[in-house]
């Protein structure tokens, strides 16, 4: 091998590893979040290993190497102390548009969200859960400072503060680009089963 060689094929493995990503589990072994996925670089889950945070539970079949180690890279890992859930969710527009599911409350529509005041702020209206609904840019402008029986639209559902299981429970419906086999087990066993 040319130094040339073993220099590329030096520099470009621990490229190619940043693809091997950690489920991360709390204690009582559900994902921390399903939307965003809890998910940690390769490198976080054999630091937290080395440091007897987690257990690991599944692996990849590949391997990183050190002079004297050589180390699974973990493709599950469970942290050893219990993380509790938030009690309170933090009222932001990906949450908002988390809560209504990525959809206008209108016409149901998939794209080009914004978010709409159901009471107008120029009426007196705040914002607030309870008064901010995700809406696409047509029915948001149809709508204007209107409103909803002077605009003629009507809510698909009435907003509401989510509780944080709520959103963990939306978040199930939008599972990344790619899951990992190893990762299927843990992902959706304590769904609901359909009858």
């Known amino acids: 091998m040319t130094q040339t060689e073993f220099r590329n094929d030096f520099v470009r493995a621990p490229g190619a590893l940043k693809h091997f990503p950690a489920l991360v589990l709390n204690a009582d072994y559900r994902p921390l979040?399903?939307?965003?996925?809890?998910?940690?670089?390769?490198?976080?889950?054999?630091?937290?290993?080395?440091?007897?945070?987690?257990?690991?539970?599944?692996?990849?079949?590949?391997?990183?190497?050190?002079?004297?180690?050589?180390?699974?890279?973990?493709?599950?890992?469970?942290?050893?102390?219990?993380?509790?859930?938030?009690?309170?969710?933090?009222?932001?527009?990906?949450?908002?548009f988390l809560r209504d599911e990525f959809s206008c409350q209108y016409c149901g529509a998939k794209g080009d969200l914004t978010f709409d005041h159901v009471v107008p702020r120029a009426a007196g209206g705040v914002t607030s859960w309870e008064n901010v609904v995700a809406a696409c840019s047509a029915c948001n402008l149809r709508k204007g400072s209107k409103s909803l029986r002077q605009s003629g639209l009507s809510l698909r559902k009435p907003p509401r503060r989510p509780a944080p299981s709520q959103l963990h429970n939306v978040g199930r419906k939008f599972p990344p680009n790619h899951l990992h086999d190893s990762w299927l087990d843990y992902l959706y066993w304590d769904a609901e089963l359909e009858a």
Do not use: G, H, M
């Open 33 to 96: 979040s399903y939307y965003p996925l809890s998910l940690w670089p390769w490198q976080e889950a054999i630091k937290a290993a080395w440091l007897d945070r987690v257990v690991i539970v599944s692996e990849y079949d590949e391997y990183v190497r050190s002079p004297s180690t050589e180390i699974r890279i973990p493709s599950v890992v469970v942290l050893k102390d219990y993380v509790s859930p938030q009690r309170q969710v933090a009222f932001t527009r990906f949450n908002l």
